[in-house]
């Protein structure tokens, strides 16, 4: 088996970082404002949650075998009191500053939820049983299970609760199969669309996978950039030799007048130590457009990433847990992050001779050192 357990997860800490930077049209005035302390770059850099859940993550390979729900069915009518009162919260039961991410998703579950939601901070060593019994007692209808730690422990119930899951980056067929899985991991349909916002001449974009991880991302990939006139060209590797191999061969042909290279999350190919200083280095150099699905980047030098609205992802598991109760059935499906903020390193768009002052509102900005 794979262990990914370190890097695997980089949107999973972002989701903490969701306080909007205000900033002026001019570059040279872009600052951050109430930034917290705590925000550094162990948290930006390393998805530490799983650290916490001693939980093995096993990268599968998912395409083919599992309904990919891209548009979120929300109830066209908001639950009553009583449904909203069958909303479990499962969450790991962490510390600061961990701890203040899951409250903000509860924050925006109980805000769409519009009555009584029940919160579960679970441990390790959380029996089960008893957690089954009072979720029996208090009727509950639907779990919302937050992280893989969440994930576990919900699956652990076996009950016929619905289960809409949250705040992890990718499953397996089986954890597809029975839960609505929300990824971590940015539609790409907004990535594309904030690209050519800020790169109207980019027509092409390459990228590296593995295909264990993300086939079901990629799959989206590709009907997004057809329907936005681009061209995705991909290639698969499977360990760190073969991406470095992928990589050198997109750099040999790519074109930086019109083609741009995309970051996705994924642990084989998007390697810290030896992948990331060299793309740095050769987009640089050659002025080539290098954007990512990892907020982490951003403050290296790529320039942009979308990262999780972490109130709005609330909302929209809140929305799905009620659709659930509405129809009565148990949905499934692996789906990308629609609920969003960006991040830009201004530097960089200066760099590549992007004129920021017209850029469309971003939420977090990196000012040139």
Sequence with gaps: MLSVEVGFLVAMVCMGISFAAQASTKDSDVVFHGQPAWMDDSLFGVDRLDDFQEVLIVP?????????????????????ASEAGGIAVIYPDIGEPYRSVFTQIIDGIEDKAKGRVSNFPVGKDVDVGQLKETLRRQE????????????RVARSLESELGLVV??????????VQSAQVNSLSPDPA?????????????????TV????????????????AHHQGLELVTYQAQDLRGAMRAYQEILAKVDVEKDALWLPQDSTTVED??????????SWGRNLTLFSSSF??????VLFSLYPDNVDLGRSLAGSAMNLMASGGNGSGLVPLREVLMAINLRTARHLGVNTSRLQSFDMAFPEQ
């Design 296 to 301: 982490s980047h951003v403050r290296r030098g």
């Design 166 to 175: 949250g705040g992890v980056l990718s499953a397996s067929e089986e954890e």
């Design 273 to 282: 130590s030896t992948v990331m200083p060299m793309l740095l280095q050769e």
């Design 190 to 206: 907004l990535l594309f669309s904030r690209l050519k916002s800020m790169m109207p001449k980019v027509r092409r974009i390459f």
């Design 140 to 151: 509950a209808k639907v779990v919302i299970a937050l992280g893989r730690q969440g994930m």
């Design 60 to 80: 599968v390979r998912v395409a083919g075998l599992v309904n990919v729900a891209v548009k979120r069915k929300v109830a066209n009518k908001l639950a009553d």
């Design 209 to 224: 996978y593995d295909p264990r991880q993300n086939d079901w991302l990629i799959s989206l990939a590709k009907d997004a």
